[in-house]
């Protein structure tokens, strides 16, 4: 089993970081509302990931593999990178390696939503359907890599792939630290655990070393994961204390994290990054992703005009193309919306007790990405 707590280095952490903010603006973090209010107010804000230039968080860990293994010499121009991905991830692959002049191979599962499998032929990448799920995808691809002696770029059991994805958290807490904000809990999807962990690891750390600290907030920051339940391994696992079987309830709308087989490497890393797990319905999920697209926080954004949003809420000119798209998530995004939504997820009252005096927690969910098919998004909206 890969030792990744061994592997993952706090100094990457402000490398990895240092690479991101270069290479594209960081994401704006938004005030969604209050999604809580009972003797103390649960004040939520969103990391608006969907506006990365992929449309998703998945970009981040891609970019500081693929530079790391360029940086190395263990990539050279022409070279090809291999991958397998529900979607996200592909996309980050096929772009990185796009920036660097590779060929890029990405092993897809044949029931990934056409939107995402088009989105990674876009950026250049040769795409391989494949017949059954994303383990199934990851199995050919980590095949096919080693046959033609090309690199493998994993979705998430990799210390660079999670360091990068580390980078949402820095950005966050720099975001509020400058608004005078100290968040007191994050929530993550969770597929296999990249996010979760990577950010989980960033904000122990910051936790530690005292830095983005605020007078008068907490001194801990709680990290949540969640789960689509028909894909709860990893839930079931954490809770568990040791890797469970997958429990087939079904198909879930939540794509990007929908992972059947949680990760021993993962799950063990996630005993030192996360405070806990849940899962929530695709009921819940789907009325998350209406939630957040009927949000009037958000419409209001989309209002203002380009220069309202550039010097009011640190947007910028890369993020216009992607405004008229703010309000809308996909289905492992909304899972996190959810989550928070929910009254019986989120331990808000053992959060309320820890910071007393102060009456307000501040959160922030990972919107994590908004590659949603179009016609499935119309689904869920005539719903309503």
Do not use: W
């Not at 929530?187 to 655990?193: L, Q, S």
């Not at 992607?322 to 939504?341: K, T």
């Amino acid at each position: 089993m890969i030792d990744l707590a061994r592997s993952l280095n706090p100094t990457e952490l402000h490398i990895a970081y240092d690479l991101i903010e270069g290479r594209h603006q960081k994401t704006p973090i938004i005030r969604y509302g209050v999604v809580h209010s009972d003797g103390f107010r649960v004040q939520l804000y969103a990391k608006m990931d969907t506006l990365n230039p992929g449309g998703s968080f998945k970009d981040r860990g891609s970019l500081y593999a693929i530079d790391k293994a360029i940086m190395e010499g263990r990539l050279t121009p022409g070279d090809t990178v291999v991958a397998a991905s529900a979607g996200n991830h592909a996309k980050g692959v096929a772009k990185a390696a796009g920036d660097y002049a590779l060929n890029a191979i990405i092993f897809m599962s044949d029931e990934t939503p056409k939107t995402k499998i088009r989105g990674t032929e876009d950026l250049g990448a040769t795409v391989q359907l494949v017949e059954g799920r994303y383990e199934k995808a990851a199995e050919e691809a980590r095949g096919f890599a080693e046959e033609d002696d090309s690199m493998y770029i994993p979705a998430f059991e990799h210390s660079d792939i999670i360091t990068g994805q580390s980078t949402v958290v820095t950005e966050a807490l720099i975001q509020l630290f400058r608004q005078g904000i100290r968040p007191d809990f994050f929530i993550y999807p969770v597929g296999g655990g990249g996010l979760a962990n990577g950010s989980g690891f960033a904000a122990r750390y910051y936790d530690q070393t005292g830095l983005y600290r605020v007078n008068g907030f907490g001194s801990k920051i709680f990290n949540y994961g969640v789960q689509a339940r028909n894909f709860n391994t990893m839930v079931r696992s954490f809770r568990e204390g040791h890797v469970v079987q997958h429990e087939d309830r079904g198909e879930t709308i939540a794509d990007g994290i929908c992972v059947a087989d949680a990760s021993e490497a993962m799950l063990l890393l996630s005993k030192g990054n996360i405070d806990d797990m849940f899962d929530v319905t695709e009921e819940e999920i789907r009325a998350a992703i209406r939630h957040v697209y009927d949000s009037p926080l958000i419409r209001q954004l989309q209002k203002k005009s380009h220069r309202e949003l550039e010097l009011q809420f640190g947007f910028h000119a890369n993020h216009v193309p992607g405004v008229p798209r703010l309000n809308i998530v996909e289905g492992a995004a909304a899972a996190a919306f959810a989550c928070a939504f929910a009254e019986d997820k989120i331990p808000y009252e053992d959060i309320a007790r820890s910071i007393h005096p102060r009456k307000e927690i501040i959160g922030v969910v990972i919107a994590s990405g908004n590659n949603i098919d179009q016609g499935i998004l119309e689904e869920i909206l005539d719903e309503s």
